[in-house]
């Protein structure tokens, strides 16, 4: 069940499941101490009721018993009378012995076999001290001779009536809302931490969480928010540090290209002024590199269509072998400055690489979301599975087409990673059946 996936449907399931299994034991051993002291309470007091029923027949004339009987109270006791030469006796049983004992040698006390006309009910799932039904056969002074028969416990009344099933759907319902409340506010701290450390990935810039709540969750948020804090601080650092190197290197870098150009010999200076702009194609990637990293640019509703038009468009005016297939009306939140530099770089790449780049855009679902696919292929010789994931490794290079005399440095890829992430998005690379690798874009599709 998809309810049983999630944290919050475990704890209520089993908050839910819990309570109505102690409710139901603590009601079977209540019921069941319930007869068991009602049975207790009869078998105690069967004796002493015996014996005041039989003294006060004893006392009474003949003639007056049957009146007496008609309408004096039963209390779980049955009498009718036993012709005079009855001798058939059963086995003295301990409760026949307890009579004989209270009402005195002058009373002859006898066990009978049990009669079921007497005796009719029999419940099977009572446990009690006795027989659920015996008879015995006393004897009066006056020679009547007497069958005192001993019901057993009334049956239970039947729980199942109109009222006990309207009680027992209020239990279940206030038991269900409380679960659902217990697990839900439980649950939702941690939700909103997951949350949380879902966008600290898409933006480190974002607002710190609220700390409050319990000591436990309030420690856990404490923590989290120092943590965003650390790596907000590190990834400046870098970023700062690696833009000011860059940036620093532009000025000499440009002296020494002016001074090249004075080198009279002419195969020397185009073997320097190559290595130069080499240096310089790396400053001004790893300068790119620092601006992939930093997320200051706000996120905006973007129609990815018109933005991949406008890309495709631009690379089509620069001679390349660029062609676009869209999807209009699809629009994300991202930043258009640094998602247009990623898919400049993927295009570059396969047009450097492939001889031509054919991007599509397509939507489906991913993890159950709905999803954009950027889909850029190109005409090359495609990447060896092995290599797939090194070549977002900043500076990585293979030993093949995608070498130092294409150009690059090796960073092309890692900066188009780092803008989709930053989005919430991946890169994946799949080498096409009819040759030339495919570079899916996975975008979050959301709505303004």
Not at 185 to 190: A, E, G, I, Q, V
Not at 400 to 409: A, D, K, L
Request: aromatic share 4%; with cysteine; glycine share 6%.
């Amino acid at each position: 069940m998809k309810i049983l996936s999630s944290m919050w449907g475990r704890v209520f399931a089993i908050l839910l499941i819990g309570v109505i299994a102690s409710a139901v034991l603590t009601w079977s051993l209540a019921f069941g101490e319930r007869q068991k002291t009602i049975s207790q309470y009869r078998d105690s007091h069967a004796v002493e009721r015996a014996e005041q029923l039989v003294l006060a027949l004893d006392a009474l004339p003949a003639e007056n018993r049957e009146k007496f009987l008609a309408t004096a109270p039963r209390l779980g006791l049955k009498v009718a009378t036993l012709p005079a030469e009855t001798t058939d006796q059963a086995p003295r049983s301990e409760y026949a012995a307890a009579v004989s004992e209270r009402l005195g040698k002058t009373f002859r006390v006898m066990s009978l076999a049990q009669d079921p006309e007497s005796c009719p009910r029999n419940p099977q799932n009572i446990q009690t001290n006795r027989l659920p039904c015996e008879a015995l056969g006393i004897t009066l002074h006056d020679g009547t001779a007497l069958r005192l028969t001993v019901l057993p416990p009334r049956n239970p009344a039947p729980p199942l009536r109109a009222d006990f099933l309207q009680y027992l759907f209020l239990f279940l319902a206030s038991i269900a809302v409380l679960a659902f409340l217990i697990a839900r506010m439980t649950m939702r701290p941690l939700r909103q931490m997951a949350q949380a450390a879902t966008a600290l990935g898409q933006d480190i810039n974002r607002p710190p969480l609220p700390e409050k709540g319990a000591t436990e969750i309030l420690q856990a948020t404490r923590a989290f928010n120092a943590m965003q804090a650390r790596i907000r601080q590190h990834i400046a650092q870098r970023t700062h540090m690696l833009a000011a190197i860059t940036h620093d290197l532009q000025t000499p870098l440009t002296r020494l290209r002016l001074r090249l150009e004075k080198v009279r010999d002419e195969e020397l200076r185009d073997k320097l002024i190559e290595d130069l702009s080499g240096m310089q194609m790396m400053i001004r990637e790893g300068l790119d590199l620092a601006r992939s990293m930093d997320s200051n640019e706000a996120l905006k509703p973007l129609d990815l269509d018109s933005l991949l038009d406008s890309v495709c468009a631009d690379a089509a005016d620069a001679g390349q072998n660029v062609s676009f297939e869209g999807k209009p009306g699809l629009t994300v939140m991202a930043r258009p400055q640094a998602l247009r530099r990623c898919l400049t770089n993927l295009i570059d790449n396969a047009v450097k690489y492939g001889q031509y780049a054919t991007v599509s855009l397509v939507s489906g679902k991913d993890a159950a979301k709905d999803v954009l696919h950027v889909l850029i292929r190109d005409g090359g010789h495609g990447i060896p599975p092995e290599f797939q994931s090194k070549v977002f490794e900043p500076f990585f290079r293979m030993e093949t087409s995608r070498s130092r005399e294409s150009g690059g440095t090796g960073l092309g890829l890692t900066i188009a990673q780092n803008i989709a992430q930053q989005h919430g998005g991946k890169l994946q690379l799949s080498n096409l059946p009819e040759g030339g690798l495919e570079v899916r874009l996975t975008l979050p599709l959301q709505t303004a």
